[in-house]
């Protein structure tokens, strides 16, 4: 386990109890207040920034002509012909079956940010996008960092509202990019959706660092009607409470006590990928749990990230993977855990590598090339996290990351349930490569699953 999975583990135990009129006397107090009121825009003055970010694009001089209607319509999205290694190509179909092509184009400084396309669905929203710049783009990050993430950090990060109403995009930022060229950086903005947007809203793109739209770089607007195209999807709201309750030991010998009060606010199954919502008014809402199916498979889940509050109630998104139109249902069950995970140690000819922990990964391939190392692991069973984590060894047994600096990262295959991990190792020698011969994994621990506190979402 990483050392941010620990932090978010334990996290997630430290939670104090809450009384039982919160909820109500929260809500009456909130009930009180004045509708909020939109601030006026203010269009920023160009200058130059790292980070671009994106708001409603407008023709010169049409600042008070109405948003281009854009329509859902089966179309190429060319994104994927300068990227055919997209770690969503496999989504390549479902994304032009329900997107609209946008061609809006907006200028700040020496930059220009052009919106190509946007795809839709219950689950997500996909923001596919190309930066130019008259000068080369200057990247975050640092020389000695991977070329892939400096890029990533350097691309537009979106912020939206939907008729007229700020879009909760927190959590992991899901931005897939590539450069052509030092003039040019093209990406993808994959926005988890927290709620189901209507077949026709008014949206605003933006991003100039902050939710601050006054702030913004960039600037887009525009009218879509989803409408257009039928998605086959099964998404319920239950707006279900549960109670978790229980004790356990974390991974220093602690005991721990969780009273935790979340709400179901939806499960979505979708073209785009599989979401459950949870809520919580806490300051660490819950995220220790896994989810069943009505046949009794498991379901990995990535997270999406983890929001707390202090005040209100918090909104976490969480990826699921294995569903489909046919799940029946959907069963969400808390878990106890000691926080450890164990190693599992093979050769390179003994894959596919695995150990006899009845939940967890297996080493399926490995890929060893110059500058990087790809792994596929799948998953079986009940585990508290789906980033499968590797190390390479030398023939004397010296791990590879004390001899050249190792880079890790983490994408999936969302239709076969699998887990690809890279290391990329610039530095490492061909010498270094060819005396790899064996790889080890961490496996979680087993987990005690609380069935008693099971709560199952009817989904047909």
């Given amino acids: 386990m990483t050392f941010d999975e620990k932090l978010k583990a334990h996290a997630a135990r430290e939670q104090s109890p809450i009384p039982e009129d919160f909820d109500s006397r ?15 825009r203010k269009r920023r003055t160009p ?16 600042a008070a002509a109405a948003p281009a209607l854009l329509k859902m319509t089966q179309g190429t999205i060319d994104y994927f012909t300068q990227n055919n290694r997209s770690e969503y190509a496999e989504y390549q179909g479902k994304y032009e079956k329900y997107n609209a092509a946008v061609g809006m184009s907006d200028t700040n400084g020496d930059q220009t940010l052009t919106i190509d396309n946007i795809a839709v669905d219950d689950s997500y929203m996909l923001v596919f996008y190309t930066l130019k710049s008259k000068t080369p783009i200057e990247l975050a990050g640092t020389d000695d960092e991977p070329q892939s993430w400096r890029v990533r950090w350097t691309a537009p990060t979106f912020f939206a509202q939907v008729n007229g109403k700020q879009l909760d995009t927190t959590g992991t930022v899901e931005n897939e990019t590539a450069m052509p060229d030092e003039y040019t950086l093209t990406g993808v903005r994959r926005i988890v959706l927290k709620e189901v947007l209507p077949d026709q ?18 600037q887009f607007e525009m009218s879509v009607d989803k409408s257009t ?19 356990g030991v974390n991974d220093i010998g602690d005991s721990y006590t969780v009273n935790s009060n979340p709400r179901i606010e939806r499960v979505s199954i979708s073209p785009f990928g599989s979401t459950i919502t949870l809520s919580e008014r806490a300051s660490a809402p819950m995220t220790n749990f896994v989810l069943r199916d ?18 209100g109630r918090a909104t976490n998104t969480f990826e ?20 450890r995970s164990h190693e599992v140690t093979g050769s390179l000819d003994s894959l596919p590598l695995t150990d006899g922990s009845e939940n967890g990964f297996t080493l399926e391939s490995l890929e060893i090339g110059e500058k990087q190392a790809i792994a596929t692991f799948s998953i079986r069973g009940a585990v508290d996290y789906s980033n499968a984590q590797f190390s390479l060894f030398l023939a004397d047994g010296t791990p590879l990351d004390t001899l050249a600096d190792c880079y890790m990262d983490f994408s999936y ?13 610039p530095d490492a020698t061909p010498e270094q490569i060819a005396q790899i011969t064996d790889v080890s994994f961490w496996q979680p621990n087993e987990l005690t699953l609380l069935e008693d506190q099971a709560v199952t979402i009817d989904l047909q």
């Fill in 26 to 40: 929260m809500d009456a107090l909130l009930d009180t207040l004045p509708p909020q009121v939109q601030p006026a």
């Fill in 47 to 62: 200058r130059l920034a790292v980070c671009i970010g994106i708001a409603a694009a407008m023709v010169v001089g049409a």
């Fill in 201 to 218: 809203f008014d949206l605003v793109l933006y991003d100039g660092g902050s939710s601050d739209i006054s702030q913004s770089n960039f």
């Fill in 229 to 247: 195209v039928a998605v086959e999807t099964l998404t319920v709201e239950p707006k279900q409470d549960f109670t978790v309750h229980f004790t």
């Fill in 294 to 311: 009505d046949k009794g498979n498991y379901l990995p889940i990535i997270s999406n990230g983890s929001v707390g509050s202090d005040i």
């Fill in 320 to 339: 699921f993977l294995g569903a489909d139109l046919d799940t029946k249902s959907v069963t969400l069950i808390p878990y106890l855990d000691d926080g």
């Fill in 413 to 425: 295959d969302r239709e076969n349930a699998l887990c690809i991990t890279t290391i990329e190792y």
